[in-house]
């Protein structure tokens, strides 16, 4: 079992189409490097790392239905508990978890309003070597449009404690882990509101950050690399973030931190 309290976010990764252009951009953007030896029997499932430490996953599509996206993964003990606890609680499993030898047991969930979101029963692989700093993972948040729905499900579901932040725009909490004095110090993610600003047909989904040392630097590098910036930097209580799309339309934010 990896080191992350259930419900923790423990793991990150992206389905691509084009798996070599994906290691190109991520590359030359964070600085990764990656697996060498991707086994043909799971997909050629491809680790990311930087600086040595595991970072993040590449994924390439087995499938044209399947979505470009990055998703996180939350950590468990018990994936067959949580499937019982999710559906429970008005979400749905896109099939039974499944053990992925020797590395751990995983499933893909659905929230009630359809952010779609994993869970990671860790052996073998324990997830995040490195979160928080440049070229890493540091933050991960649902946007929905059901607040009260989400924070439902999920403070039910993970016993996330949650925190109101007024001094953002809008309607946004975040979570800290369960027994956890929900605050800035302890949060790992949180939950938006979809508002009228977003487009009437975007779904309720998860976003995932990482960390950067200059968020205006690698928004320009992204951009040179075939990328877009879909929501420009700007300055939050807790660091300079902006919202981005690799060069195949996966979309993912940076966070440089004060």
């Known amino acids: 079992m990896g080191g992350f ?27 990764w490097t990656f697996d060498e ?12 790392f930087s600086a040595g430490k595991r970072v993040a996953g590449l994924v390439p599509k087995r499938d044209g239905r399947m979505p470009t996206a990055w998703g996180v993964y939350f950590a468990t003990p018990d994936a067959a508990a949580l499937a019982v606890r999710i559906r429970a609680a008005g979400g ?7 053990e992925v030898p ?21 052996a073998a692989h324990t997830g995040f070597e490195k979160t928080g700093e440049p070229g890493a993972f540091c933050w991960t948040e649902v946007y929905t ?21 007024e001094e953002t725009d809008g309607d946004f909490r975040t979570w800290s882990p369960a027994g956890a004095e929900p605050g800035p110090d302890t949060a790992f993610g ?15 989904h998860f976003l995932v950050y990482f960390a950067v040392g200059d968020c205006d630097a690698t928004a320009a590098a992204c951009v040179e690399l075939g990328g ?28 440089q931190k004060d």
Not at 92 to 98: E, I, K, Q, S, Y
Not at 145 to 165: I, L, N, T
Not at 228 to 254: C, E, H, K, N, W
Request: net charge negative.
């Open 5 to 31: 309290p259930e419900g923790a976010p423990c793991w990150a990764d992206v389905t691509l189409p084009d798996l070599a252009a994906g290691k190109r951009f991520y590359g030359a953007l964070m600085g």
């Open 37 to 48: 030896d991707a086994e043909e029997r799971y997909g050629h499932y491809t680790n990311a």
């Open 92 to 98: 749905n499993l896109l099939g039974d978890p499944m």
């Open 102 to 122: 020797p590395y751990g047991t995983t499933a893909v969930a659905t929230d009630p309003g359809g952010a779609v979101f994993g869970l990671w029963q860790a």
């Open 145 to 165: 449009r059901d607040a009260a729905q989400a924070d439902r499900f999920y403070e039910a579901v993970f016993g996330f404690e949650g925190r109101d932040v």
């Open 190 to 204: 949180g939950r938006a509101l979809l508002g009228d600003a977003f487009p009437a047909e975007m779904p309720d």
């Open 228 to 255: 877009r910036v879909t929501a420009d930097p700007v300055d939050l209580p807790y660091g300079r973030m902006a919202v981005l799309a690799d060069d195949q339309g996966a979309s993912f934010a940076i966070l």
